[in-house]
């Protein structure tokens, strides 16, 4: 076919545009994307022509063009399961909420609603109103304020009383939280200045008193996080401090700030964990301010909580910043739900972290046997052994909860996760001594059969 454009035997834009198969991708993308992908494929078919190529009448545009969109604009941000036993997931979204926290989201987001009215009044209302009156009978606290997370809450709560002046800080307390969030750096962007006081491992009372001076605005205490000093180790309690800085003569104390990172309402004592220190008892034990995180231990939605001395909340909610900082109507609706499970006395039952965390072992085998029984019946070797689930989260570091995994034995593990992270919905899971390890306790119970049928077509592919 001497002479005849090799070129010519590739469709038009407008001829692929109008090809039947091509329908479903314009009504899922929209026309703008699909020609872009289009003018792609083309333009690739070009080059490879003039590489000598021969294009194949056969191609498939539709199904090369579906690819490249699927690729290309692909959904980021997905539902899926947790198999890996850590609850407060950072990286997996952290804590799921609880169905009364769903329907709360749902139903506020639909429409309007009261976010800054006051319906008694009829005018102009705040947001700062919504879930107080819970967290305070939660906490003991005169007051509270909601922020987007409790980086926000520290951030918000040094530069509305510390800006100018000193803060201390215990050098055993002077820690990097993760995701690059930095103690000393917060306080430096925050305009006021770290006092470090005591050394790494041993800070005692009078350590406080000798250097508080006439700038001296607070003593910051912080939870370490997943960090855990073990040893020749002390450090003054909550309560120590604050007796400690009373005893100060001539001088009004200065604010005690308590940063428990996640903190609890409930005792985790009670379920064989280290005791994870608890709102209600820094606030008792005269901590000027506390704060602490929505999406950590409390179970609900991303949000930063501090509750505190009223005079000192009234400060943070006129400073500048509290509206850079401020949650959204999704965020209190869901913050509010949460809170109502604690105060009905039903946190263990309904919100997925404690139901997690007070998970019966029994039922976490019986899960982990039942879910091996089902592969076995799909023709795929797996079996069960004991293992640890950790809470995760900044809280509790080093501290397990026994649990039963399902463990999967395969030569090519590392193409197995690779595929179940691409399933639909993704199956993300542990590798540990050359096996395969799903936790049944961060798997949601109502994930069961989705698992198993992820893990049989996964598991039947290799
Ligand atoms: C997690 C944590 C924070 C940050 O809380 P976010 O809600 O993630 O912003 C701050 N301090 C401590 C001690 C923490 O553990």
């Not at 509305?160 to 939280?177: D, F, K, N, P, Q």
Request: some cysteine; proline content about 5%.
């Amino acid at each position: 076919m001497s002479g005849s454009n090799p070129y010519r035997s590739l469709p038009s834009v407008d001829q692929l545009i109008r090809s039947e198969a091509m329908t479903p991708l314009l009504e899922s993308y929209g026309k703008a994307e699909v020609v872009e992908s289009i003018r792609g494929l083309l333009e690739e078919a070009r080059i490879e022509i003039g590489n000598g190529r021969v294009w194949s009448e056969s191609f498939d545009w539709a199904k090369e063009t579906a690819a490249r969109l699927g690729h290309e604009l692909a959904d980021t941000l997905l539902p899926l399961i947790n198999g890996t036993g850590v609850i407060i997931h950072t990286n997996l979204g952290r804590a799921p909420l609880s169905r009364k926290a769903r329907t709360a989201v749902v139903e506020i987001s639909r429409g309007y609603s009261s976010l800054e009215y006051s319906l008694s009044e009829g005018k102009r209302g705040s947001r700062h109103e919504h879930a107080g009156a819970l967290i305070r009978r939660l906490t003991g606290a005169e007051d509270c304020m909601i922020v987007n997370n409790n980086a926000s809450a520290i951030f918000l709560v040094l530069a509305a009383l510390c800006s100018g002046s000193e803060v201390l800080v215990s050098r055993g307390e002077l820690v990097e939280i993760g995701g690059g969030f930095r103690i000393p750096d917060v306080l430096r962007q925050s305009g006021a200045r770290l006092v470090e006081v005591g050394t790494t491992n041993r800070t005692h009372p009078h350590d406080f008193t000798d250097a508080v001076g006439p700038e001296t605005a607070a003593l910051l205490r912080i939870h370490p996080s997943n960090f855990r000093q073990i040893g020749f180790v002390t450090t003054p309690t909550l309560a120590e401090s604050v007796a400690v800085l009373r005893t100060i003569p001539d001088r009004v104390p200065p604010l005690v700030i308590d940063d428990l990172g996640s903190g609890t309402l409930l005792d985790t004592s009670q379920f064989g964990l280290a005791p994870e220190p608890m709102v209600q008892s820094s606030v008792e034990a005269g901590a000027d301010l506390v704060t602490f995180s929505g999406d950590k231990l409390l179970g609900g939605p991303q949000a930063g909580i501090i509750v505190g001395r009223a005079p000192l909340i009234e400060r943070l909610r006129r400073h500048p910043l509290a509206r850079a900082l401020r949650v959204d109507k999704m965020t209190l609706a869901a913050l509010d739900a949460t809170l109502r499970s604690y105060r009905r006395g039903s946190a263990l039952t309904e919100i997925p972290v404690w139901q997690m965390i007070s998970a019966q072992t029994e039922a976490l085998r019986r899960r982990a046997e039942g879910w091996r029984d089902r592969l076995a019946d799909a023709g795929i070797e797996s079996g069960t052994a004991k293992g640890e689930s950790t809470v995760g989260g900044g809280s509790l570091p080093g501290e397990t909860l026994p649990t039963t995994l399902l463990t999967i034995k395969l030569s090519n593990l590392d193409e197995f996760v690779a595929r179940l992270r691409d399933h639909s919905p993704p199956v993300i899971c542990r590798i540990q001594n050359d096996l395969v390890l799903v936790d049944p306790r961060t798997v949601l119970v109502e994930q069961d059969d989705t698992l198993v049928d992820a893990l049989i077509q996964t598991g039947h592919g290799l």
